[in-house]
């Protein structure tokens, strides 16, 4: 999509630095054992040239809501109502053909596995030049040029030669880096990265989310983090959504919510991890199991496992902010603030 059809659609007037807003989507799988509500009311918003972390455990939507953007969901999954506004453009509204436009030009897209999602059969120079030519609108020789550039950027040595090669040939985290140049040389304005060293190496990892930001700099991109790791986030965001079990829980800018988390769960998970327990080695387990997305709790979906919860959280708590950029979805925030004063006063003292 050109840049004139983007703003000749652009019919929403959102915070103007926001570039993504994603406005209570639901988004259900049909399966043989029932409906999946694996999204249930999820809003949140990046903005321009922002690391925003999108955290929670497994199984709580944090993929299904990048596919939810791209529309990219399996055949048994719809998202049944919300708005997904990109550069106030609602991608809902987007016929298939714009919506190709969008993918990879405009929003990239980083996996898990980067082995997945290159072709095993085709040499990188391949894989790389077709899709450049195709977006850049540029000859092969020149998106040959841009490849190589971009590998260059992305550490990969003696790139001229080496675009030759074929996935295989290459390590994991080598792997991630092509893919990684493959997306930036597109010139996307949003970079989604699901996961993005969760398969590598630990020593790997960190050299991967060096070049992530490095590149999200150099071109000022927005990045759409998605972990289960908190380390991750805590190094590599501006700002942070909570996630569980298909909704949002707690957002706002992480240090201010590594520092003092405010829902019952974000606090759970912070507390899981060892160094945040000062003194204490052993990995805190969050009690209870996340929840099944077939016949979720009612209300808060949070209630089952948390020491506030009464019988208000069997109703649904509203996301409310309490604070600067704070927001928070729980009945008993006054209470869980307090308390958590009161453990850090003592445990200081
Ligand atoms: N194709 C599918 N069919 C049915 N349920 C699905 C499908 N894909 C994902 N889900 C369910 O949606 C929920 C969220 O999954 P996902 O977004 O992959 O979680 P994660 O946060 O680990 O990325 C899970 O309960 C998962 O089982
Ligand atoms: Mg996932």
Known sequence: MSETTLKGKAKHNGSSNV????????T????ESGVV???DGVS???REQESVGIVG???????VTSRSILRILPKNGEVVAGEIYYRGVNLMDLTEKQMRHVRGKEIALLFQDPLSALNPVL???EQMVDVIQLHRGVDEEEAANIAIKMMKAVGIPEAEHRIDDYPHQYSGGMRQRILIARALALRPKLLIADEPTTALDVT?????LDIIQRMRKEYGLSLMLITHNLGVVSENTDRIHVFYGGRVVE????????KDPHHPYTIALLESIPSFKKGKGKLATIPGSVPQLINPPKGCRFHPRCPYATDICKTRPPMEKIGEDRYVACFHVDTVIADRKNRLAKSSS
């Open 19 to 26: 570039i993504l807003d994603v406005r209570d989507i639901y």
């Open 28 to 31: 259900y799988f049909k399966t």
């Open 37 to 39: 509500k694996a999204l």
């Open 44 to 46: 949140f918003d990046i």
């Open 57 to 63: 455990e497994s199984g709580c939507g944090k993929t």
């Open 123 to 125: 040499s990188i120079r």
């Open 204 to 208: 790997i990892q960190a050299q991967v």
């Open 251 to 258: 957002s706002g800018p992480t240090r201010a919510i590594f």
